[in-house]
């Protein structure tokens, strides 16, 4: 069983940015593409960015595209979200998650992810 943990979350001012990292149990995070979510108040999780096992593939949301950078450190067993330019509607929880297989393009829906992380809390100010 894959667990995940995000960090990083906190309040930031718009404009400001943020950078959330999510760490694993396994022993590498090698084998796997990782993807990042978010969730607001009444609304549905929704995609953010991902990236492929290699580091060589991302995916991004419209919404976050030329803001949010997605990378991997695989020696260090960690993926990262580094947010730029945030919006008051970057506001929501943040969640790390694993897809069930390895895919390009890479998997977009959160029914596609089987490992999720608890979630960190991100609060952009106005």
């Known amino acids: 069983q894959v667990q995940l943990v995000e960090s990083g979350g906190g309040l930031v001012q718009a404009g400001g940015s943020l950078r959330l990292s999510c760490a694993a149990n396994?022993?590498?995070?090698?084998?796997?593409?990782v993807g990042w979510f978010r969730q607001a108040p009444g609304k549905e999780r929704e995609f953010v960015a991902a990236?492929?096992?290699?580091?060589?593939?991302?995916y991004y949301a419209d919404s976050v595209k030329g803001r949010f950078t997605i990378s991997r450190d695989n020696a260090k067993n960690t993926v990262s979200l580094q947010m730029s330019s945030l919006k008051p509607e970057d506001t929501a929880i943040y969640y790390c998650?694993?897809?069930?297989?390895?895919?390009?393009?890479?998997?977009?829906?959160?029914?596609?992810?089987?490992?999720w992380g608890q979630g960190t809390q991100v609060t952009v100010s106005s």
């Open positions: 396994v022993p590498t995070l090698n084998p796997y593409s």
């Open positions: 990236i492929t096992w290699s580091g060589s593939s991302t």
């Open positions: 998650a694993i897809p069930w297989k390895e895919s390009v393009p890479l998997l977009s829906q959160p029914s596609e992810y089987i490992y």
